[in-house]
């Protein structure tokens, strides 16, 4: 008979779990039960499910659900399904409609409605942001899923246990503090950990479109990018046809009857997210916009245009470079896998702005990956202009990261650098089949918005109190990027000309045509004046958890700032300061 258990005292696993899951799965597809923790009662169903809650541990011979959330888990009306996870369907009006059914129930309890009545078709009919796993209880078959463009996170640790989680962190007891070398390797080149990798060397990642079937760890794609160009149309045509896609994806993305918060930089794509949300919303709007002080140059003459043409709340935080560095380990507590894009700490302290105000924000991300922005220059005048034979599609793309790709020979000690001699992540996508400014669309899309871009905006906003979207990443704009002519995203030194032609009569012309010179942040005049000593102090150190990994010697040079003739020292400094830091909250110290 099948065992279930509560556990009537409650015990913290990981600080703050949204969620954790254990399967056991034995070789050969056989299962059999993990160690019950010796403070379970046990009893028959439907016991267990009636009296779940965040203080229980639920076991069954092979299922285990550990420390869930409210709101979080929902059962399918037969009760053959079991859902846990984290669920926002921004299509949930017409879901409700499909299944004739009153429209007070959560996320997840109409996600359980639809997988009991469609099962893995339910896939295609979902629109949002969602990571969840479903125990078939009769079949003991368990489907993990993650979101077609990785708006969500799903880990994992693979073994005669599998443990389950949304966040890294939960993970923390169920695995070694070995450091995965391919996953540094990545890391100090794009500065984010791409692919199914994560910095520990026992852990997974699902990656976005697919599903793992257990047992049997089957994984299967059920969303894939395609390219499906519509060539013979002209730039107005397909500006339009942007244009009633933006409108009807962010009038879902706004909360009814509630203010809504926009992250506010002053580029092209923030602010198209901004004059589209001041035209459809309701309620109020605040935008909130950063700056770095006097030393340093800004944006807020373009983001305050902005918000005064669309009459929104405007806030302007200042970050100082003491906040940059006193917050930077709290914001790596935060991450699942490090980033080293600086903008992680503003992202956090910006958020914690708008928690006064809004529980939503929306943001700009996805502009760039979707629809051509000038990083990707470098690459096609590499393409255009090397000879064939002379052309290294892979180690151009790596070197467009500006970070660590061509240090690495003397960055890392010789034991590791035998260890990553392995195939990149990439290099399927740049030989496709696509044209080759959409292979690199392509490869932001899939990579850098769902390793960096959507994590980071996912743990930080989280963190701060708040949901955030990012409209441009969503499903369907994903999609209709594929099919806009290479020529219409990024051509010669104009960049976006689609999204241009799209929202040309929302914003003013100042905005429409300036160029995008993204949002910098000072890490090169941080660590010449004042970080220089701290980072020393940390990276130098003979205790320091990088010290077993990296050449301590370069890093000396770096600080000294000897030979920087790019002015790139602060970037890759900050870089690893990050690593460090991540490193010193989620490694014990043997």
Known sequence: MAIFGRNHQQTTLVPSP???????AGESGSWHPYPFPPSIQYSKPPTWIEQLDIQSTWCRENFGIHCVDAGCWAMSPSRKYLLVGDVWLRNRQELLAALQIAPNLSDIELLAQLWEKWQLVTLTQLQGMFGFVVCDIASEQISIVRDPVGARTVYYTPGQTWWIAPQLSSLNPYRSNQLDPIAL?????????????????????????????????????YWQLQEQVVAQESLEWHGDRLRSQLELVIGEYLPANQPVGVFLSGGLDSSCITALAARLHDAPIHTYSIHFGSECANELEFSSLVANHCQTHHHILEITFQDMWDKLSETMANLDDPIGDPLTVPNLLVGRLASHNVSITLN????????GGPKNQPMLIDSLYNSEANHNPLQAYLTSFQKCAADLPQLLKPEILQQIQQPWVFEADLNSNMSFLNRLMALNIKYKGADQILTKVNNLTHAAGLQGRSPLFDRRIVDLSMTIPPEYKLSGVKEKAVLKQAVADLLPAAIIDRPKSGMMVPVQLGFRKYWQRQAAKMLLSRRALIAPYINQNLIKEWL????????????????LVSLEMWLQVNYNRK
């Open 18 to 24: 949204r969620w954790l899951i254990s399967v056991g």
């Open 185 to 221: 390797r990545d890391y100090l080149t794009c500065s984010f950990v791409p692919g199914e990798r994560t910095m520990r060397q026992d852990v997974r990642e699902i990656r976005p479109g697919t599903i793992l079937k257990l047992p049997g760890e089957q994984i299967v794609s």
């Open 560 to 575: 000294s700032f000897r030979g920087d003739v790019w002015g790139r020292y602060g970037v890759k400094l900050w870089l």
């Open 364 to 371: 700009g991300e996805g502009g760039d990956p979707c629809f």
